[in-house]
């Protein structure tokens, strides 16, 4: 079974700094994907980015970039440049197998400081 | 373009009362629907997922029941309210078939129990 893990339960940073939150993962699927997900005070979750197991590179969306490393099993979310409304809980998910079924990890709080 | 509703965004209910939360997709045909629930500080777990009207799958025993009555309504129901029913309730939708697409979330219900 798939399993998620977040390690970081609180992470703090200054504006315009960069961040790292981590995620590991274990999965005995060849063909897997990792999602990260950013939910505000407000609840909603939003998707950030996607990684598929067999892209050859890391993903980038924005600020936002995957440090994808397969024989660690980790999926690590740098956010660049943190801005104030970067504070949130971030969660990492991979799908269960064969399905869009999230398994999502406990998830990390971000406090970005002026 | 593809949006989810849900509502009501806040609820308080007493133990023992009835519940039903809708979500609605508009914008796309034949979505995977799923309902999460939070509680408070914690990740997120499938409670029901559904490939098509009628089409319900259960991820863990509980005092909740789901229905699709139409292709892009899904419906939480109970009958009977537990304290351990409150929480914080997320309807997510994807486009039918492939593990790559990321669910997309309603804004999310807060269920209190009372």
């Known amino acids: 079974a798939q399993k998620i893990t977040q390690t970081q339960p609180g992470m703090f940073v200054q504006e315009k700094e960069a961040v790292t939150l981590d995620c590991t993962y274990d999965t005995s699927d060849p063909s897997y994907g990792l999602f990260w997900y950013k939910q505000p005070s407000s609840g909603e979750m939003i998707f950030l980015i996607y990684q598929g197991s067999y892209d050859q590179q890391n993903a980038t969306e924005g600020r936002y970039s995957l440090n994808f490393q397969k024989a660690r099993k980790s999926a690590n979310l740098v956010i660049s440049a943190s801005q104030l409304g970067d504070s949130a809980m971030y969660f990492c998910?991979?799908?269960?197998?064969?399905?869009?079924?999230?398994?999502f990890g406990t998830g990390t709080r971000l406090l970005v400081s002026p | 373009s593809q949006t989810i509703h849900q509502w009501p965004a806040t609820l308080v209910q007493p133990v023992g009362s009835p519940l039903s939360l809708e979500c609605t997709v508009e914008?796309?045909?034949?979505?995977?629907l799923y309902w999460y629930r939070q509680a408070a500080g914690r990740g997120l777990q499938l409670l029901f997922y559904?490939?098509?009207?009628?089409?319900i799958s259960s991820e863990v025993p509980q005092n909740l029941s789901a229905s699709r009555p139409q292709d892009r309504q899904f419906i939480l129901s109970s009958k009977k309210l537990l304290l351990s029913d409150s929480g914080f309730y997320l309807c997510a939708w994807t486009p039918y078939g492939g593990t790559s697409s990321p669910l997309h979330f309603g804004n999310g219900t807060r269920l209190t129990v009372t």
């Open positions: 914008g796309t045909s034949n979505p995977n």
């Open positions: 998910a991979m799908p269960r197998t064969g399905f869009q079924k999230l398994v």
């Open positions: 559904s490939v098509g009207i009628g089409q």
